[in-house]
Every structure is written in C-alpha cells, then in structure tokens.
C-alpha cells in the first residue's frame, strides 16, 4: 500500500527539509534570549549536554521509527507496537498546539517586512507592536496570508512543495544570517552582546532551585528547537529511503540547528547592546527592540528587512514540517487528497490561530489559567507535549522495540556499522527517560 509513497529525492533535500523544520523561531529569538537570561554560558553547557543525552538518542529514534513504518507518526509507531500509537498522537496534538500560535508569529513577521520596505522600520517600536497586535482583525489577515503560504506549499507534496521549498529558503536564510552577524559583530561596543552571550553569570542561577529552572530551559529549549517529540521527524523520517544514513543525518541536522542558533546570539546580541538597550524578553527582543536597533544603524531599512526576511523563511520551513506531521496522518486515515486534506487542516489551525491571535491583546478575557490563549498553546506544547513526547518515543524505540531491532534500522540492516550502538542503548533506555521524567516532576513541584 505504501510502496508508491513519496520519498526525498535527494539527501541534500531530505537535509534541508529536517534542518529547516529545526531551524526556526526557536533558533531566532527564543534561543539567544534565553541563553542570555539563564545564566550565559551556564546554559550553553547545559543545553550542549542535553544536545547529547536527549536530542541526539531521540532525533535519531524518531528517524528509524519513521523510516522504518514509512507512514505517519500514529502509524509508524502503531507499527513497532499496536498498542503505542499514542507516541505519535502526541505529536499530531502538539503540532496542532504549535501550530495555532506559530502562525500568528508568522503573520505578524510579514506585517514587519512590509513595514521595514515601507518606512525603514523606524516607526516599529513597542507602541507599535502593542497597537498592531491588539488590532484584532489586522494581524488574523497575515496570520491567514501566512497559513495561506504554508499550506500551498505542503499541497504541493514531500518533493515539489516541502523539499524544493526548504532547498531554496534555507540556504539563503543562512547566507543573510552570516551577513547580519558579520555586521552586528563589527559594530563598537559589540563585545559587551557576546558577553551577554556567552560568558556565564553566576549571580544568575540562584542555587539549586535556579539551576534546575535553567536546566528546564535548556531541555525545552533542545526539544523545541530539534522539533523533538512532535512526530515531525517520524513523518520525515517516513520519506527516506531505505539505504539512507540515520547517523550521520542526525548529527548534520542537530549541527546545523546548533550553529544557526550560536548565530543568531551573535548577530542579535551584539547589535542590541551596541545601541545601549537591554534584551527583552520573549517577542519583545525581535519585534520591539531590534527594529529599534534597525532604525538606528547605517542602511537600517535593508538590515531590517533581511532580517524579517530570514526569520518568515525559518519560520515557513518550520510550519511546513508541523502541518506535513498532521496533514500525513489525515491522508492515511481519509480518502481526502493531499491538497483537500492541507486546506481543511489549515483552516482548522487558522481558526484556532485567530482566538490565539485575538488574546494576544484585542480579547485579553481569552485566557487559561492566568495565561492568554497564545502563551496558553505555546505552554502546553513546548512544556508539557514534547517532553511526554519525547519520554514515550524513547521506551517505544528502547524497550518495546528494543535496541537490537533498532539497531537493525539504523544500521540498514548491517550495511553501516553503528559505533555509538553502547551509548544510544543507555541514553534512549535510561538517561534520556529519567532525565526528562526528573526534570519534568521537578519543575511541576519546584513552583516554577
Ligand atoms: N524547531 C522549530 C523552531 O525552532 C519549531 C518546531 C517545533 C517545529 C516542533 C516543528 C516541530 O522554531
């Protein structure tokens, strides 16, 4: 039934489509804020042994989940074992959460480039931002232009639309990131924004109870920014062939995740402190600060709009992986074709999106918990979905599949010797599981 399946046509394709599902808003301002505000370097450390204890054993269990069922996350893993078809779940639910709030960045980005071609940026300070995201219908127009985009875009299929896409976007992405960060790191007083970055701040932890809240940061942080536990990757995993490298593609996607992200601290930080402002927190730090820093520099206009031109490409190549993981399932268990089952599920996102959007600050009363229905989504699926995620896909791969059979996959069959056979036994069986479990108890108890 599946042998007529789509599949990568290229490994370059294949790499630019799982990079670009990683590299995203995670890398963009989530990742050099919070670094900066964890203590620096401390949870540069952190978030580098994580890198190895959870995201590589589960990138890498997700790919030989995927490639081996070669269908959706639910059935992938209902493959390995009837009964876990809940591991998948949680990705298809997560990628809905994400999703609904990841759009509604992405709208707004493309109000930012229009505005950056319109008038150099120099209005888009945080009036700006609080006025245009309280608007109500304004900004659901581009989070529908934005949905509009992705969901052409995975209509289009695995090969014509996601991969030939990512090909394009990426590279270019990373040529414009390296050029910003050439220039924010030649800019005076930029020492003091890689300070920031990574020097560590030991005043910052705040004993035991502030390193555990930074060790959770840098674990949700290497999940989020890997789009780990979420079945993207088993979805993606599902495209390749059969004698492809699982190995050697984890550690290229996690590698460039990493130095895209090393990135952006150096091109954002620098530039921020060398203008004499602090670092925001959260939105505040791209759509609030830095057009400030844009309006004042030498040729603004153009750093401003490359710069939101980078992040609507990191994130599309993002949001095209999170609807392909929901979009995938959908076709497997309806007769809808590809395109129908993309519109009907972009219009449910988009739909949900708009609450997410409006609470944002036109509809306040739009909350959960203290939260509005923006942080609420985003809480729910970086905190709570991926890390279970993530926790179940690793006793699926170590102990219901089992490592031999694991092994198997990922070594296609014996054809490629798998070094690290030891030590991706103990991570995905032990280290990673109690990890994310002690980390998770922790923080739900630890109050923050
Ligand atoms: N990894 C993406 C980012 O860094 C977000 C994402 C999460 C994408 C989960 C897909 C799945 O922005």
């Known amino acids: 039934m599946n042998t007529t399946k789509e599949q990568w046509s290229s490994r370059f394709g294949f790499i630019m489509a799982a990079a670009g599902s990683a590299i995203g808003l995670g ?16 949870f540069l450390l952190l978030y580098i042994i994580f890198l190895m204890l959870l995201g590589i054993p589960i990138l890498l269990s997700e790919l030989a989940i995927g490639r081996s069922g070669g269908m959706n996350a639910i059935d992938s893993c209902k493959k390995i074992n009837p009964k876990w078809g809940f591991a998948g779940a949680f990705g298809i639910a997560g990628a809905f959460g994400v999703m609904s709030s990841y759009c509604v960045v992405g709208g707004w980005v493309i ?113 989020f920014s890997l ?64 057009p400030v820093v844009f309006s004042q520099m030498n040729g603004g206009t153009f750093v401003a709009a490359a710069f939101f031109l980078l992040v609507l490409f990191a994130a599309l190549t993002s949001s095209i992986s999170l ?10 268990k309806t007769k809808l074709t590809r395109t129908w089952a993309a519109v009907i599920v972009s219009v449910l996102i988009f739909a949900v999106g708009c609450f997410a959007s409006l609470s944002v600050g036109a509809v306040p009363e739009l909350s959960v918990g203290g939260m509005n229905l923006f942080e609420f989504f985003s809480f729910l699926s970086d905190k709570i979905i991926m890390p279970l995620g993530g926790f179940f896909i690793c006793l699926l791969t170590g102990w219901v599949w089992g490592i031999p059979k694991a092994e198997e996959e ?20 032990y280290i990673a599981p109690m990890l994310i479990a002690v980390i998770f108890i922790t923080s739900i108890f630890g109050g923050k």
């Open 27 to 42: 890398n963009l301002w989530k990742f050099p804020y919070v670094a900066g505000t964890n203590g620096g370097a401390v």
């Open 111 to 223: 109000r930012y480039i229009i505005n950056s071609f319109a008038n150099g940026g120099a209005n888009m300070n945080a009036e700006y931002f609080s006025d245009f995201s309280s608007r109500g219908f304004e900004p659901i127009l581009w989070t529908f232009i934005f949905m509009a985009a992705t969901c052409f875009i995975v209509a289009g299929g695995v090969t014509k639309g996601i991969e030939r896409v990512s090909s394009v976007l990426l590279p270019i992405l990373i040529v414009f990131l390296i050029g910003i960060m050439i220039y924010s790191l030649t800019l005076p007083g930029a020492l003091k924004g890689v300070k920031f970055f990574i020097v560590p701040d030991f005043a910052e932890i705040g004993g035991f109870s502030g390193f555990i809240r930074i060790a959770l940061n840098a674990m949700g942080q290497v999940f």
């Open 227 to 290: 789009s780990l536990g979420m079945g993207t990757l088993i979805t993606y995993g599902s495209y390749l062939p059969k004698n492809s490298k699982l190995v050697s593609s984890t550690v290229t996607i996690i590698a460039m995740d990493t130095a895209i992200a090393l990135a952006a601290g150096f091109a954002i930080l620098p530039a921020v402190f060398s203008f004499g402002l602090e670092p925001d927190g959260g939105f505040g730090l791209i759509f609030q600060t830095l």
């Open 323 to 332: 609807l392909e993981v929901i979009v995938a399932w959908v076709c497997a």
């Open 410 to 429: 990922i070594s296609n069959s014996g054809a490629i010797r798998f070094r690290a056979r030891k030590l991706f036994s103990a991570t995905v069986r």
